[in-house]
């Protein structure tokens, strides 16, 4: 009896020096003062041709990107779907041939 007396309080001691110590020292956190934004110059209305046609050509391009997904997303949906039995059983065949 007296040997678990000794073994609980030697547990009890053991947590409450754990409890009161703290495991590292809180640093301090230091912000730079937030510095004025830089003015924006405003463009003038009449946007130079060569601006206009690099817009043009990219409006060109990503019409022709959403066809071609649209013409993909259109394959992908007219392709059949495999079943978990059929793909299990590509599964056997390929993994027999080595």
Known sequence: MRHYLIVF????FSA??????RGQTPVPIILQAASPAPAVVAKSAAAPESDLKA????????Q??????DQEAGSRARRPRRTPEQAANELKIFSKRG
Request: a positive charge; charged letters at 10%.
């Open 9 to 12: 309080f030697a547990v009890i």
């Open 16 to 21: 409450l020096s754990l409890l009161s110590s």
């Open 55 to 62: 817009t043009l050509q990219l409006l060109q391009d990503m």
């Open 64 to 69: 022709a990107n959403q066809r071609r997904y």
